[in-house]
């Protein structure tokens, strides 16, 4: 088949991987080899069929005396800087590209050392991203935007700000992802302050900017700012900017954290009116944010609405039917998309764990945890043996708890060490209180301020007011503070 025919052949996109290997046959058997046309098409199937190694094979095997073009180069090396799994052999192909015997026919350009130096950041590669910059300087790429952009990226990626914010500042042109950049970068270090100034100053914004700072709030448990960002999204006067899906996703989180239901069915109708209700991930959050306002028939209505359901839906929905007490629908529910095929992760057989504690279903709870990773592959956490204890000592049965918190493989944790506590006291164990509490001081469970309030009480409960005297004045030595209590109440759509 003449070498025009099988180029157009190969320029259709319903052609498949087969049909490119066949392709590329003829082009060993049939004397087209000595054609650059076609195999340089040949190298473009391959990449966008997904072939890498083929492509590389062919890319760095064909031109023994030629040499590809740098468009060639490009699209391969951008091909694997894509994925983390496959970006180390974008600055792998990279190197070869420079060790060229004739490397002015083929030099690097802008898109070469921007797709290189995302491969560095995806590759967490911090030297090779900082001898990048190096090269870039030398070889007068700084003022591009994209290389730019993408030595702005890498830096944040590696928390160093400073310099991100170097290269940002020398930068003679920069665009909304340039902004946006740093922002994120600031936003991911806990240093909101710095980029809410950021955003103040940008000269452009658009959905991903508002996603950054909303979702940058979130992040860092400051939901009312993140509602408050909100708000001026919709008033904002950014040309064409609206709410898109991550800034949704990010706000019913907000709004589940502070129970805020009004506002949380407000964003609900507006997803509805924007025709965006179909969308996995929303219709997951929304499950989330009903069921932490316990509305959990209002999550169960968008769960029974869902067309596809991904194993995000059901950590969901079971999740939120064990928060809200009901722990036989949660098993329910778990025994259902097991059936299904889907298998379990971690978050959701906690999920089902804590339903079974609330619920006393003691030997279901035991089964779950005792078999998690034979038939499901997860390794029981320190929050699982939490749950086992917590089902226990709910139960009565705190002996048995005090034997798993003692048997763990790790060291337990100030949460758990007082849900025993807790458990010996509403069930007066008094006995069993004196041996947990002697083992609590030796693994120093209780530096936490709750931790020692609770072990006061409980003094004070067995009318030893001297031990509770001391346990308070230890407080006071060592200024541990018991913080006090606080939550969020919503008023008139307000909190």
Known sequence: MHARTLIQLLKHHCIGLYEIKCIHAQFITHNHSSNPSLASALI?????????????????????????????????????????????????????????????LCLPDKYTLTFVITACSRQCSNVCGENLHGWVVKSGFETDVFVGNALVNFYCVFEKLGKAHKVFDEMPERDVVTWTSLLRGYAHCRQMGVASELFCRMPERNEVSWAVMIAGYVGNERYSDALR????????????VQPNEAVLVSILSACAHLGALDQG??????????????????????????????????????????????????????????????????????????????????????????????????????S???????????????????????????????????????????????????????????HG?????ERIIDHIARLDCSVYGGGYMLVSNIYASLGRWDAAAAVRKKMSEEKIEHGPGFSWIESSKSL
């Open 429 to 433: 164990d008094f006995g069993l209180t």
């Open 368 to 426: 779950i945890f005792y078999n998690m990773e034979h038939l499901w592959g997860v390794k029981p956490g320190i929050e699982h043996f939490g749950c086992l204890i917590d089902l226990f000592g709910r139960a009565g049965l705190v002996e048995k708890a005090f034997e798993v918190l003692k048997s763990m493989p790790m060291e337990p944790d100030v949460v758990m060490c007082r849900a025993l506590l807790s458990a010996c006291r509403v």
């Open 44 to 104: 473009r199937s391959y990449i966008a069929s997904q072939d890498l190694n083929s492509a590389q094979i062919l890319l760095l095997n064909y031109f023994p005396s030629s040499f590809p073009s740098p468009l060639l180069w490009n699209q391969i090396i951008q091909a694997y800087s894509k994925t983390p799994s496959h970006s180390l052999q974008s600055l792998l192909i990279f190197r070869r590209m420079l060790a060229l015997d004739r490397p002015t």
């Open 229 to 240: 960002y909100f708000h001026d999204m919709l008033s904002s006067k950014d040309d064409g």
């Open 265 to 366: 069915e407000w964003v609900h109708l507006y997803i509805d009116k924007r025709g965006l209700i179909g969308s996995p991930n929303l219709c997951n959050a929304l499950i989330d944010m009903y069921a932490r306002c316990g509305r959990i028939d209002c999550s169960m209505r968008v769960f029974n609405g869902m067309v596809k359901r991904d194993v995000f839906t059901w950590t969901s929905v079971i999740v939120g039917l064990s928060v809200n007490g009901v722990g036989k629908d949660a098993l329910r529910f778990f025994r259902e998309m097991v059936a299904e095929g889907i298998m379990p992760g971690s978050v959701m057989l906690l999920g089902v764990l804590n339903g079974c504690s609330h619920s006393g279903l003691v030997e279901e709870g035991c």
